[in-house]
């Protein structure tokens, strides 16, 4: 009886590919809160705040998807 392929073994698990995005997500609103103060927009502002969520969002993506890989390995000491 043949068995099932085995799924290689993937770097960007779900936790781990919400954070590449929000962190893309991120470093795209920082280059345009700079080109839009450097041409003197304030939607700059808009930006900046879009900026800080985002970056919050890759932490906290960041943190779960450490914690669920420390969960798979089990306890260790």
């Known amino acids: 009886m043949p ?5 290689p073994a ?7 590919r919400l954070a590449v995005f929000t962190a893309v997500v991120c470093a795209l609103s ?3 809160a700079v080109v839009s103060f450097a041409k003197g927009y304030w939607i700059g502002a808009v930006w900046v705040l879009l900026a800080g969520l985002s970056s919050n969002m890759t932490w906290y993506y960041v943190r779960r ?7 798979e390995q089990g306890p260790t000491g």
């Not at 068995?3 to 799924?7: A, I, K, L």
């Not at 993937?10 to 781990?16: G, M, V, Y």
């Open 3 to 7: 068995s099932e392929p085995r799924q």
């Open 10 to 16: 993937s770097f960007l698990t779900e936790p781990n």
């Open 30 to 32: 920082v280059a345009a």
């Open 65 to 71: 998807a450490r914690l669920a890989r420390e969960q």
